[in-house]
């Protein structure tokens, strides 16, 4: 029973929380609209008649031989290799790790007979709450906090597409300006990152023009003054 599956959430003391369901991230292909559940940890397919299609599970993170609560995918994009490529928070086994780098980014083929095993294609990697392929053929992912115990400073990481598809060691950004819980990002056609960042208090969220040279990210502010904002979509 899917009380027993090692994806399901747990709560803090290991009771379950079912029921739990947090549609997070979304992504609409050319007939297809696949949605990342963070509350049930599934990526699911949202068929035309409204029916849902759970295409894969998420595992919790195992840490010290137990299971931290819980995987949680925030993000999904599609790869040019027409793979979809899912990032975790996985805040739970990142504060339990006390130094972060338990969160990972899964590839899944939504071709697969379901349910399709998702295969961590990235890893060591800080809370990820959004994620996207650029032009230039790498992967991007907004980090939500880099420290534990939890600091309000995010980043943008890199992460380099070898020849066989697989991933390179990602690349922490140097940004123009310091970067505040960024909670959502997406890759605009010019190359040019859109990111979001809630910055802590209300009213004093904003939204960012992200534009990478190098190992260096200029950060340009196009509009603040939100109330904790959590997407950004083009």
Same mark, same amino acid.
Request: hydrophobic content about 35%; overall charge negative; charged content about 15%.
């Given at each position: 029973?899917?009380?027993? &599956?090692?994806?399901?959430?747990?709560?803090?003391?290991?009771?379950?929380?079912?029921?739990?369901?947090? %549609?997070?991230?979304?992504?609409?292909?050319?007939?297809? &609209?696949?949605?990342?559940?963070?509350?049930? =940890?599934?990526? =699911?397919?949202?068929? %035309?008649?409204?029916?849902?299609?759970?295409?894969?599970?998420?595992? *919790?993170?195992?840490?010290?031989?137990?299971?931290?609560?819980?995987?949680?995918?925030?993000?999904?994009?599609?790869?040019?290799?027409?793979?979809?490529?899912?990032?975790?928070?996985?805040?739970?086994? *990142?504060?339990?790790?006390?130094?972060?780098?338990?969160?990972?980014?899964?590839?899944?083929?939504?071709?697969?007979?379901?349910?399709?095993? %998702?295969?961590?294609?990235?890893?060591?990697? =800080?809370?990820?709450?959004?994620?996207?392929?650029?032009?230039?053929?790498?992967?991007?992912?907004?980090?939500?906090? +880099?420290?534990?115990?939890?600091? =309000?400073?995010?980043?943008?990481?890199?992460? %380099?597409?070898?020849?066989?598809?697989?991933?390179?060691?990602?690349?922490?950004?140097? +940004?123009?300006?310091?970067?505040? &819980?960024?909670?959502?990002?997406?890759?605009?056609?010019?190359?040019?990152?859109?990111?979001?960042?809630?910055?802590?208090?209300?009213?004093?969220?904003?939204?960012?023009?992200?534009?990478?040279?190098?190992?260096?990210? +200029? /950060?340009?502010? /196009?509009?603040?003054?939100?109330?904790?904002?959590?997407?950004?979509?083009?």
């Amino acid at each position: 029973s899917q009380k027993t &599956q090692p994806w399901a959430p747990l709560n803090s003391d290991g009771t379950l929380q079912f029921p739990d369901a947090n %549609p997070y991230g979304v992504l609409a292909v050319r007939g297809h &609209q696949y949605v990342v559940d963070a509350g049930a =940890n599934t990526l =699911n397919e949202v068929r %035309p008649d409204g029916t849902v299609r759970i295409i894969a599970y998420f595992p *919790n993170p195992m840490l010290y031989g137990h299971a931290i609560s819980d995987s949680v995918p925030t993000c999904i994009a599609q790869g040019p290799d027409g793979m979809l490529y899912i990032g975790t928070l996985a805040f739970g086994a *990142n504060a339990a790790a006390g130094g972060g780098g338990q969160s990972v980014v899964y590839r899944v083929n939504p071709n697969s007979p379901v349910p399709a095993t %998702p295969e961590v294609w990235a890893a060591d990697l =800080n809370p990820i709450t959004g994620c996207g392929f650029g032009k230039d053929g790498a992967f991007y992912v907004t980090e939500y906090t +880099t420290s534990f115990p939890r600091s =309000n400073l995010g980043d943008v990481v890199r992460i %380099p597409v070898n020849p066989d598809g697989s991933a390179a060691k990602g690349v922490n950004l140097t +940004t123009s300006m310091d970067v505040y &819980q960024p909670d959502g990002m997406r890759l605009s056609s010019d190359g040019k990152i859109l990111m979001i960042e809630g910055r802590g208090k209300d009213g004093n969220g904003r939204l960012d023009e992200v534009t990478v040279n190098g190992d260096a990210a +200029t /950060i340009k502010v /196009i509009k603040d003054h939100y109330m904790i904002p959590a997407a950004v979509t083009v």
